[in-house]
């Protein structure tokens, strides 16, 4: 089993900045990737960032510049770091890691989500 323990969501003005985090533990032996999702309400989730294996990242083209992903792999733990914030950034934020199993496939496992507000 893998658990998913996120922090770091709130209230912010536009233009300010938060930080995500989120720490895995249990059976993390073999994470392929690491991510942050959002959802609002009436969208699906959709992801924000992404980091696989290699190192290599991915960003949804609306928050390219303004969030920074980074991963401690040691910690099993991912960070957002988040500035210039949006009303449009506001949702709630799920942490998400993919871990290839002994059968080969890859499981996915979800946090239980933090609200981020931007308002003014």
């Known amino acids: 089993q893998v658990q998913l323990v996120e922090s770091g969501g709130g209230l912010v003005h536009p233009g300010g900045s938060l930080r995500l985090s989120c720490a895995a533990s249990g059976s993390v032996f073999r994470i392929y990737a690491m991510g942050w999702y959002r959802q609002t309400p009436g969208k699906e989730r959709e992801l924000v960032a992404d980091?696989?294996?290699?190192?290599?990242?991915t960003y949804a083209d609306s928050v390219k510049g303004r969030f920074t992903l980074s991963r401690d792999n040691a910690k099993n733990a991912l960070t957002l770091q988040m500035n210039s914030l949006k009303p449009e950034d506001t949702g709630v934020y799920y942490c998400k890691v993919d871990i290839i199993s002994d059968t080969g496939y890859v499981d996915d496992y979800w946090g239980q989500g933090t609200q981020v507000t931007v308002s003014s």
């Open positions: 980091i696989i294996r290699s190192g290599s990242t």
